[in-house]
């Protein structure tokens, strides 16, 4: 088949997923062999980065492959840019079917299927067992009224709905209402996850015979709300994996010492390393077992485009919004610091005319630089704008640059507002924090980011080139801080 044909797309997207998990990654003990498979077949990135954090600026970014001033998603909550394409609004024009199952959290104003995509609605966040779906589950709202499609699910079946045997919450528990980890009662099919994946294979089924009587193409979409905490798992893979098996994350040593004030706050308020790392690496073991659990669901839903006969002509992507601290300087999900295991992603993508099959891609791409590419699969014409570019070749296993000697990301609001930017060359990363001291970082020789070597006079040079590369990003992209970068930035 000639890579120019149009081909159906199956994206799978993880919520949070940390991209050292996983078995391609060389994840020494959590298993992922169904994501290795697909690697095996396919490219590995192994320098892609997420162009912000949190959920929502990152997913409103791979849907209209440009950064947060521009599609107006800048934290969580926010409304997309009406006036901006999207994926929805271009590959209609390619005269797609589009699918949609799981999580949504693009755009608070608006559902998916007012986009034109099928599927069930999760407006938001849309945390399916929100509501009191789950008995005793905090997280979620218990004063809200659930959605309903998990109830439904469940009720359609015949499964009781899953209640909390046991759970973690943190010195902060009061406060946030939010369990780390937690054991549910029932089997792997009761679990909302599981739930995705039969909505998923529901819609390969329909497209399926669009796709054989027209040669009609799909879209479809798949969102996991893990491994995202709280790690909410059947008791499978809530004892998978024995916390004292883990070991110890190299940066949990952190003093904070020339670091920007904001992320220790970040680590109180969370309130986890009471314990210290007997206690984290328990909130670990269950992140790892929700890592395996969706790496079998994502299973399934793979082996029933194989089943179905759509395989060979169908793109696979696997990926994530953005990581997980989980642990690493004693943080947890995303926030006000820019650590690799926050913005590098876990990219895995199977085309069926890879020419490389199992190769590994080094070139610097962004978890929005797939909006373009999509385009290009569709036989569209990716949009010339600054912000992304089609990396096409690269999935075909190609050796082609992408022209990138950096990656530039950006950060507004989690918790708190903190305005921040990244550039990451090969070796270096310079952190611009608008509110506080800058970070720079020897990635060759400080791989863990513990020591910051910013404004030290044998980095002044490094420092100020990597300044200049900074303020050209933000020259080239419009970004709105470049005002306030040159206004202070030689008090750096």
């Not at 295991?341 to 630089?369: K, M, N, T, W």
Request: hydrophobic content about 35%; glycine content about 8%.
């Amino acid at each position: 088949m000639a890579a120019s044909e149009r081909l159906n797309i199956l994206l799978i997207v993880n919520d949070q997923h940390r991209y050292d998990t996983l078995g391609c990654y060389g994840a020494p003990i959590c298993r992922t062999p169904h994501i290795d498979a697909l690697a095996a077949r396919g490219v590995r990135f192994d320098a892609a980065y997420t162009p912000t954090s949190p959920c929502s600026p990152a997913r409103a970014a791979l849907f209209t492959g440009l950064y947060p001033h521009k599609n107006h998603v800048l934290y969580n909550g926010l409304v997309l840019n009406p006036e901006v394409p999207n994926l929805a609004s271009e590959l209609q024009k390619a005269s797609y079917n589009l699918g949609y199952a799981g999580k949504w959290h693009v755009d608070r104003a608006h559902v998916p299927s007012e986009y034109g995509f099928e599927g069930k609605d999760f407006p938001g966040y849309g945390y399916p067992p929100g509501g009191g779906v789950i008995e005793g589950l905090r997280f979620g709202g218990a004063r809200r009224e659930p959605i309903p499609h998990y109830p439904e699910y469940l009720k359609a079946h015949g499964y009781e709905p899953p209640k909390v045997l046991e759970a973690f919450y943190g010195d902060n528990a009061g406060k946030l209402n939010q369990e780390m980890y937690a054991l549910q009662s029932g089997s792997l099919e009761t679990t909302f996850e599981y739930m995705v994946s039969e909505f998923a294979i529901e819609l390969l089924r329909k497209f399926q015979g669009d796709y054989e009587r027209e040669g009609k193409p799909f879209f479809l979409c798949v969102n996991f709300w893990g491994p995202h905490t709280p790690c909410l798992l059947p008791e499978e893979y809530y004892y998978m994996y024995p916390p004292e098996d883990i070991p110890e994350e190299p940066s949990f040593t952190e003093t904070w010492d020339r670091k920007p004030r904001v992320q220790e706050l970040y680590e109180r308020f969370w309130g986890l390393s009471s314990g210290g790392w007997r206690s984290w690496r328990e909130i670990i073991a269950r992140y790892w077992g929700y890592v395996t659990m969706l790496d079998h669901l994502a299973g399934r839903i793979i082996d029933e485009l194989e089943a179905l006969g759509l395989a060979k002509n169908t793109v696979v992507i696997f990926t994530t919004d953005h990581g997980d601290m989980m642990g690493a300087h004693r943080l947890i999900e995303k926030g006000p610091f820019m650590y690799e295991q926050c913005y590098r992603l876990p990219l895995v993508i199977a085309h069926p005319a890879c020419e490389a099959p199992g190769s590994v891609c080094e070139e610097f791409v962004y978890l929005h630089d797939l909006y373009p590419t999509f385009l290009e699969i569709a036989g569209l014409e990716p949009p010339a704008v600054p912000d992304s570019q089609s990396i096409l070749e690269n999935i075909l296993g190609r050796p082609t640059p992408t022209g990138r000697e950096s990656v530039y990301s950006v950060f507004h609001r989690q918790i708190f507002s903190f305005e921040q930017r990244m550039v990451r060359t090969r070796r270096y990363k310079f952190v611009f924090n608008a509110s506080d001291f800058g970070e720079l970082y020897d990635l060759q020789n400080d791989p863990w980011e513990m020591r910051n070597i910013a404004d030290l006079p044998e980095t002044k040079e490094i420092q100020e080139e990597l300044m200049e590369m900074m303020r050209a990003h933000m020259v080239r992209l419009g970004d709105p801080l470049l005002r306030e970068f040159d206004r202070i930035r030689y008090v750096y």
